[in-house]
């Protein structure tokens, strides 16, 4: 099982829609998450922390699940310009602290 | 000034050849870190640099050779580079150290190199 898996794409949405994507991590011991959002050929940019039970920034909100150990980013009303690829980051355990695990990505189109 | 830069923007460089990568950051983060990103994948860590001392090296091959000349500048040298190492390189910054749980992690990246090897 990997590290840390995110839900497969593309999702193709239209603009204004919701849209959710989830991210399991298999290290119960993680303790710090992220989403970044990545544009084609250019870095990856922190969208959002999520270190308790989860944080709202917008049109965005992220949510933490310890219990079943995953983390989703809502997305409402979306934008032609919330197009990319989202990446969920997980910190998991490492000796002596921890190191930083990116998914896979999630590529979101949104269509006018 | 909250950027972290990356000189060159792109390198094509032979097999034989060595060159280097920089990185600057000017917002007093102690950690710095080193990520390659191939086509359609996400970035795999390479290297973790703590106040200036490298603490995680994930098995990176030698010809890849990272440098942390102090707290803002952080190099990766690299000498007989074979073609699969061609990939965008990103540097990264972080306040907190991958070390202590309570740490603010986020990290901020750099535009990136991108490195052709022929």
């Known amino acids: 099982r990997k590290e840390v898996e995110q839900d497969p794409g593309p999702f193709n949405v239209p603009e204004g829609a919701t849209v959710a994507f989830n991210c399991t991590y298999s290290?119960?011991?993680?303790?710090?998450f992220f989403w970044y959002r990545q544009d084609c050929r250019k870095e990856p940019k922190l969208l959002m922390s999520?270190?308790?039970s989860g944080n709202e920034d917008g049109r965005f909100t992220a949510q933490l699940n310890r219990a079943s150990q995953y983390i989703s980013l809502l997305i409402r009303d979306s934008k032609l310009s919330d197009s990319a690829t989202y990446l969920c980051?997980?910190?998991?355990?490492?000796?002596?602290?921890?190191?930083?695990?990116f998914g896979a990505g999630t590529r979101l189109f949104v269509k006018a | 000034d909250t950027e972290v830069t990356q000189t060159p923007k792109h390198l094509v460089m032979g097999m034989t050849n060595k060159k280097s990568l920089k990185c600057e950051q000017h917002?007093?983060?102690?950690?710095m870190y080193w990520y390659k990103q191939k086509a359609k994948k996400p970035p795999e860590l390479m290297f973790v640099y703590s106040y200036e001392k490298l603490s995680i090296n994930e098995s990176v091959p030698s010809r890849f050779s990272p440098e942390c000349p102090n707290s803002s500048l952080l190099n990766l040298h690299l000498h007989a580079l074979q073609p699969e190492d061609s990939a965008l390189y990103l540097c990264a910054s972080s306040q907190g150290l991958p070390f202590g749980w309570r740490e603010t992690n986020e990290q901020f990246f750099g535009p990136g190199t991108r490195l052709t090897v022929l």
């Open positions: 980051v997980v910190n998991i355990p490492d000796t002596g602290g921890f190191k930083t695990i």
């Open positions: 290290n119960s011991a993680s303790q710090s």
């Open positions: 999520v270190y308790s």
């Open positions: 917002m007093g983060h102690r950690a």
